[in-house]
Structures are given as structure tokens and as C-alpha cells.
């Protein structure tokens, strides 16, 4: 059988990793390596469908891309086997009975005892040689040998290495072999000393590349995060808007829902009437037959009989008066059934839709507490209308055009915009002030331009963000502030246009004003460029941008003292006519508001009136 210095003075190490061979695997070139280390390698290569051989290049098929199926080195692997689970004796020895080895030495070769591990310690040649535990050769841990000898000279160090046999061997082989041959030779050392600057170079050049590449992975996952608030970010986006249309559509319901309980309550009260008349016929017919009746009971003389008399010529003529007509009633119904719902679906996404049919007539023709006093006019939070004045403050009305409270007398009110909280914010002139829904003044302070700056108070208005959008007439321009104030935090130029009235889309983002300078309408995105622009020559136009985000303008010729209401999609397409040429008490300044209370009743304001129109 082998001793162990016979087997290790075989090539039983890997060259992958120098130990000794665990599950050798035969490539198809009959080189053998370790089946860990041919799987690190296939992992390295582009297919793992074939694996090239780190010795001689040459490729091997890899069934299904699984090392473990290629052929095992059966004779090298129980060679292998029988290293491991014999016990190694001392080869240094010359006795016959061999103690048992404990250390091996890696230049020498041999396993050495303990007594001969102690005398290769004290001779000083062997000083530097590398001398590890038997049993860490055994266990793969490190390798198995270094062959500093010749194999065809023993006696000779093998310092040389051949550059084209790749490998180490003696001076004498050198001479006689290898540079007759024409090899080219280069000492061991330096062979050595080049292959371990190189390794270190590929170590650090690694270690580079490894930096460099976790940082890339780094990198990734950082770009993956940023990706990943970015997508929750439309995730929450996504939902917000949903839940913004949800409510608009939803607020949009219960106006038209409302709208048609008014128009309910009408036609009831019309129906009603005509009931109610019909009935006090008959009892006032009753009565009167009654009366009549009254002359069967005793021969009439003298005043009975002209009283009698009297009273039959009254029912008579009652009962000649033609019959009820039945059309009254049914012209009711007729116009009942002329109202139908119309979906705007194809015009513009976000609005529910429309009663059409139906007749819109003023509800309400109230005059203002001071003649030629509105400034403003805004649609309050809870449902009433604000009407701001620059000489006694802002009135509230009710969809009745009832005047429910009047406030910040003090104040003059130049425009009026709404938090959703309820909070209001006041301009005077080109000062702004914030206010509690109770109207109590706010320690706010908005730093915005002064009169001679930015010109005459331009428009207010509050997007669904809170944002305030301020306008200058002057510079034909806008600053956008925060609700904490301070200085602006956007400036907006208008394309040119003034922005005189100025209101904000509720879900796009975007906004309408009015160039009074040229009776103009016109949408502009959210950067302030011009989208679409509405006009007729020869009227006044006034816009309002409703709950639904549809937009309406009234078209007012002043010298006639007439307004028309017309409604429209968000692009300004033109969707159905409200009102037409309603006649209004012509005031004396060119001034007029125009908005929608949130039941749906429009209000239209002129320095002196307010108007309130409904569908009946």
C-alpha cells in the first residue's frame, strides 16, 4: 500500500485552490479540479452550459449547467480518501517501525515526527521552511507540498522556471533540455517574486474593483429607494387626486340633487295653487247654493225675495263660468318632463353633467346696502356668498338672497379668497390679511408689491393646495405665497394678459382670469403660459370657475343693460346656454362678479345688485 510519502510525493492538490482535492471532477481535457472550484468558475464564464479548463483552455460540455454531473476522478478520489483516514508516519525516519507523523513540511515534502520536526527546527537551512500540522494537510486546509527539488536531480533546487513549459526546474535541466530546445528561461525568484507582485496587483486591483462595484450596487439601491418613494409618491398622487374627483363629482351630485328638489318644490307649489283655487271654488259654490237653497223653505217676500233673487243671479253666473282646464295642470307636468340630465362625459371628464330643459329665472333681485359699493365676490365655504365692499366690508348672503351677516365693517375690501378650513384672506389695495372663520385677524404678514409697484389690485384666488395666487395688473404678473406668509414662493408672468379677476381650477392646477383691458378670458397653465383664450367683440366677460371645474362666463353689454350665462368645459369649449339677454338695472361703473353658490344657484353682482339665478 501507498505511504503517505509516497502518495504525497503524487499531484494530489488542486491547482485551483493548492489543497487537497475535494470531489475531483474530470474535464474532458483530463485535467481535474475540485467540484467547489470548477462551480466558482462556471460562475465566472458568460454560459454556464460549458466550462473552460483554467490549465489548457479547452472546453467542456456541462450537462443542464450542473458541475455535479460531469465524471468523477474515482482513482484520484480514493487516493484522496485513503490520505485522509490513514494515519501518515514520519518519512525522515530510517527506522523500520515509522513513528507516527505529526507536522509536514511544505518545502521539503516529508512528514516528519516529533523528534524530527525538533532536529529540522535546529538546523538552520531549514529555518525558513514552512511547517504545518499533519492534520490540517489531511483536512484540505492548506497545501500539500512545494516541490523546491528536481525530480531527475534530487540534489538539485529547482531554480528555474521555464517560460514555455511553465514550469519550475533545475539549472541542469535548463541547459541540457530546455534552452537547447530554445526556451526561454527566468530564475525562480524572480519567476516567483513576478507572479506574487502580480497576484497582489490582481488583490488590490480587486479590492478596487469590489469597492467600485459595491458602491455601484450602493448606487442601486439608492436609485431603487429614490424610485421607490418616487412610485409611492404616484401611488399617494394617484389617490389624492381620486379622492378629489370622488369628492368633486360627489359635491357635484348633491348641487344637481338639490337643484332638482327646488325644481320639485315648484312644481308642487304650483300644482298646489291651482288645487288649493279649485277647491276654494267649490266651498265658495257650496256657499252659495246654500244660500239658495234657503228660498225652498217659506214663500219669499219683500227684501227675501229681492235677496233671493240677488243670490240666484250670483250662482248663475258662478255656475256660467267655464270649467277648470285640465291643460293647466298637464302644462306642468309637460315642462317637468322636458327636464332631462345630461351627462358631460364626452366634454369634460370631471363634470357630472347638467339638467337641461330646464328655465332659469332670477330667484332673487337684492340691493346692495350701499349704492355702487361691490368690489368683490366670492362663494364662501359654507355655502353663502361674500360679497366685499371698499366702503362697509363684506356682506354675506344667503342662495336666497337673504343677508345673513355683515363683517369686517371696517376694512375695505378690494378681493376675497377662501381657505378650506374656512379661513379667509382679505386684500386691501395690494395689503393682505389672513382671518379665522370667526373673523378675527391673524398675526400673518404677506409681503407682497405696493400700489405704485405693481398697480391697481389685480385678482385673488385659492387653489386646492392652499397656495394664494396674487395678481398685479400692472406688471401683468402674479406672486403665488404659502398660507404662513411671508415672501412669494413662485412668480407667474401672464403671457402678456392683466390679470384683473383671477380663480383657480379646484383639480387641474391651472387658472382663469380676466383682462378687463380686453374683454378676455383666458386659461392659463400651471407655469402662467396661455392655453386658450375666450372673447366676443363688444361685451364685457366674466368668469367663474364652478365646484366641477366647468367654467362659467357671463357676457354683459353694459350700454343695453342686458347679461347672457353661458357654460363651458375646462378648455373653454362651449357646453349650453344658461340665461340670454336678462335685463339688469344698469349700474354706472363697468363692474360686475359673477360666481356659483354651492347648491348651484348662480349669483351675478353689479356695483349696485345682487342676482340670483335658479333653475325652475
Not at 103 to 117: T, V
Not at 246 to 274: T, W
Not at 373 to 392: E, F, H, I, L, R
Request: with cysteine; glycine share 6%; hydrophobic share 30%.
Amino acid at each position: 500500500m501507498a505511504t503517505f510519502h509516497q502518495i504525497s510525493s503524487q499531484n494530489l492538490e488542486c491547482p485551483i485552490c493548492l489543497t487537497l482535492f475535494n470531489q475531483p471532477k474530470l474535464l474532458t481535457c483530463s485535467h481535474t479540479f475540485c467540484k467547489g472550484c470548477l462551480e466558482r468558475v462556471s460562475q465566472t464564464q458568460p454560459s454556464q452550459e460549458t466550462i473552460t479548463c483554467p490549465v489548457c483552455r479547452k472546453g467542456t460540455p456541462v450537462p443542464s449547467g450542473d458541475v455535479s454531473k460531469l465524471q468523477t476522478n474515482v482513482p484520484l478520489n480514493s487516493l484522496v480518501d485513503e490520505v485522509k483516514t490513514k494515519n501518515p508516519t514520519c518519512t525522515v525516519c530510517e527506522m523500520d517501525e515509522k513513528p507516527p507523523a505529526v507536522s509536514y513540511c511544505q518545502d521539503c515534502a516529508k512528514n516528519m515526527c516529533k523528534s524530527c520536526e525538533r532536529v529540522h527546527f535546529a538546523w538552520k537551512p531549514f529555518s525558513n521552511h514552512k511547517v504545518v500540522p499533519v492534520s490540517e494537510v489531511l483536512s484540505g486546509k492548506v497545501p500539500l507540498r512545494r516541490r523546491l527539488k528536481c525530480k531527475k536531480h534530487p540534489s538539485a533546487d529547482e531554480d528555474c522556471y521555464c517560460i514555455h513549459c511553465r514550469e519550475n526546474i533545475c539549472s541542469t535541466c535548463g541547459m541540457l533540455e530546455h534552452m537547447q530546445a530554445g526556451h526561454q528561461l527566468e530564475r525562480a525568484a524572480v519567476h516567483e517574486e513576478n507572479v506574487m507582485k502580480n497576484i497582489k496587483e490582481l488583490q488590490e486591483w480587486a479590492k478596487l474593483k469590489k469597492t467600485t462595484i459595491e458602491n455601484h450596487i450602493d448606487c442601486i439601491e439608492t436609485q431603487r429607494n429614490e424610485i421607490t418613494t418616487m412610485l409611492r409618491k404616484l401611488n399617494d398622487d394617484i389617490d389624492k387626486t381620486y379622492e378629489e374627483y370622488i369628492q368633486l363629482l360627489s359635491d357635484r351630485r348633491e348641487a344637481l340633487k338639490c337643484q332638482v328638489q327646488r325644481l320639485s318644490e315648484n312644481f308642487e307649489k304650483e300644482l298646489q295653487n291651482m288645487k288649493e283655487e279649485s277647491r276654494q271654488t267649490v266651498s265658495h259654490m257650496n256657499a252659495m247654493k246654500e244660500l239658495v237653497t234657503n228660498g225652498m223653505k217659506v214663500p219669499l217676500e219683500k227684501d227675501a225675495l229681492f235677496a233671493h233673487d240677488t243670490l240666484c243671479e250670483n250662482l248663475k253666473s258662478f255656475l256660467g263660468r267655464g270649467d277648470p282646464d285640465d291643460q293647466l295642470p298637464r302644462s306642468v307636468t309637460e315642462r317637468a318632463k322636458k327636464i332631462s340630465f345630461r351627462s358631460y362625459a364626452k366634454v369634460n371628464e370631471l363634470c357630472l353633467g347638467e339638467l337641461e330643459g330646464c328655465t332659469w329665472n332670477v330667484k332673487a333681485d337684492v340691493e346692495l346696502p350701499i349704492k355702487d359699493g361691490m368690489n368683490c365676490m366670492t362663494s364662501a365655504p359654507d355655502g353663502k356668498m361674500a360679497v366685499g365692499s371698499y366702503k362697509d366690508g363684506i356682506h354675506l348672503y344667503s342662495p336666497d338672497g337673504e343677508l345673513q351677516q355683515t363683517v369686517q365693517k371696517d376694512v375695505g375690501v378690494s378681493k376675497i379668497g377662501f381657505l378650506a378650513d374656512g379661513r379667509s384672506v382679505v386684500r386691501d389695495g395690494n395689503k393682505m390679511s389672513l382671518y379665522t372663520p370667526q373673523w378675527e385677524k391673524l398675526d400673518v404678514t404677506f409681503e407682497t408689491m405696493s400700489l405704485n409697484e405693481g398697480g391697481w389690485s389685480g385678482g385673488l384666488t385659492v387653489d386646492k393646495g392652499d397656495n394664494i395666487y396674487v395678481g398685479y395688473t400692472k406688471l401683468r404678473k402674479i406672486q403665488v405665497f404659502t398660507q404662513q406668509g411671508g415672501e412669494a414662493i413662485k412668480e407667474m408672468m401672464c403671457d402678456g394678459y392683466s390679470p384683473w379677476q383671477l380663480y383657480s381650477f379646484h383639480t387641474l392646477g391651472k387658472l382663469i382670469l380676466e383682462d378687463v383691458n380686453v374683454s378676455a378670458i383666458v386659461c392659463l397653465d400651471g407655469k402662467g403660459k396661455k392655453e386658450n383664450v375666450l372673447k366676443k367683440e363688444g361685451m364685457l366677460a366674466l368668469p367663474a370657475v364652478c365646484r366641477d371645474d366647468s367654467v362659467i362666463v357671463a357676457w354683459v353689454k353694459h350700454e343695453e343693460g342686458l347679461v347672457s350665462i353661458d357654460r363651458y368645459a375646462r378648455d373653454l369649449k362651449h357646453v349650453h346656454n344658461i340665461v340670454t339677454d336678462f335685463k339688469i338695472q344698469k349700474p354706472e361703473r363697468h363692474w360686475y362678479y359673477l360666481q356659483e353658490f354651492e347648491s348651484g344657484e348662480i349669483a351675478f353682482c353689479t356695483p349696485d345688485r345682487l342676482y340670483i339665478f335658479d333653475a325652475i
